[in-house]
């Protein structure tokens, strides 16, 4: 079973940073991918930032810029670089890791960490 622990979500001033972490029970080296989805009520959840183990980065285009993504092999950890937020970067952030497997996907989720940016 995999686990992904997530930590580092919390209250933060419109211009302000903050770094989500995502230990993962398993090895990186595991999984397709890991990285980060985001959802708010009413609305789907969109991918952030997915670190791929070939080393490739996928941003979504409201955080390029913004928002880094990086890997601990040693750790089993993912994180996330949150720099100039915004109020609109107010979400639930959910860890997620993949595996890919005769055509199918197979993902698992941590239990989320909320961010809110507010003044």
């Known amino acids: 079973q995999v686990q992904l622990v997530e930590s580092g979500g919390g209250l933060v001033q419109p211009g302000g940073s903050l770094r989500l972490s995502c230990a993962a029970s398993?090895?990186?080296?595991?999984?397709?991918?890991m990285g980060w989805y985001r959802q708010t009520p009413g609305k789907e959840r969109e991918l952030v930032a997915m670190l791929s183990t070939d080393g490739s980065r996928n941003y979504a285009d409201s955080v390029k810029g913004r928002f880094t993504i990086s890997g601990d092999n040693a750790k089993n950890t993912v994180y996330l670089q949150m720099n100039s937020l915004k109020p609109e970067d107010t979400a639930v952030y959910y860890c997620?890791?993949?595996?890919?497997?005769?055509?199918?996907?197979?993902?698992?989720w941590g239990q989320g960490t909320q961010v809110t940016v507010s003044s």
């Open positions: 398993l090895s990186i080296f595991s999984f397709h991918g």
């Open positions: 997620n890791t993949y595996r890919l497997y005769s055509d199918n996907r197979y993902d698992y």
